[in-house]
């Protein structure tokens, strides 16, 4: 599977519409979860595969990759950390974990 680009076909765009790319990406398995672990601090791919946990190192080796290409986090002497823009997307989606809780609540858990 390749890196989704802005520009270039992505899952949901022919066109490659830069919201849809995004999607894409974050939208892979474990990309949020990774996203959502480091905002907890810069830390190694071991520590990282600990709170992850289910994770596997080949999938955790897979999304790292991708989001250090997308820009959204990078190697540092401490092991992974968010940059700017990953930081940002982590803000932008905090507001979500509210309103899905919310959403949540219209789902009769007994079913």
């Given at each position: 599977?390749?890196?989704?680009?802005?520009?270039?076909?992505?899952?949901?765009?022919?066109?490659?519409?830069?919201?849809?790319?995004?999607?894409d990406?974050?939208?892979?398995?474990?990309?949020?979860?990774?996203?959502?672990?480091?905002?907890?601090?810069?830390?190694?791919?071991?520590?990282?595969?600990?709170?992850?946990?289910?994770?596997?190192?080949?999938?955790?080796?897979?999304?790292?990759?991708?989001?250090?290409?997308?820009?959204?986090?990078?190697?540092?002497?401490?092991?992974?950390?968010?940059?700017?823009k990953?930081?940002?997307?982590?803000?932008?989606?905090?507001?979500?974990?509210?309103?899905?809780?919310?959403?949540?609540?219209?789902?009769?858990?007994?079913?």
């Amino acid at each position: 599977m390749s890196l989704p680009t802005p520009g270039k076909p992505v899952r949901g765009s022919k066109s490659g519409n830069h919201l849809m790319a995004l999607f894409d990406l974050l939208g892979r398995s474990w990309s949020m979860g990774i996203i959502w672990r480091l905002q907890e601090g810069s830390c190694t791919f071991r520590v990282l595969q600990e709170r992850c946990e289910s994770i596997s190192p080949t999938t955790l080796n897979r999304r790292l990759k991708e989001l250090t290409q997308s820009f959204l986090i990078e190697r540092t002497v401490d092991g992974y950390a968010l940059t700017n823009k990953g930081k940002e997307i982590f803000l932008l989606l905090k507001p979500l974990e509210s309103w899905a809780k919310d959403w949540a609540k219209n789902f009769d858990t007994n079913e």
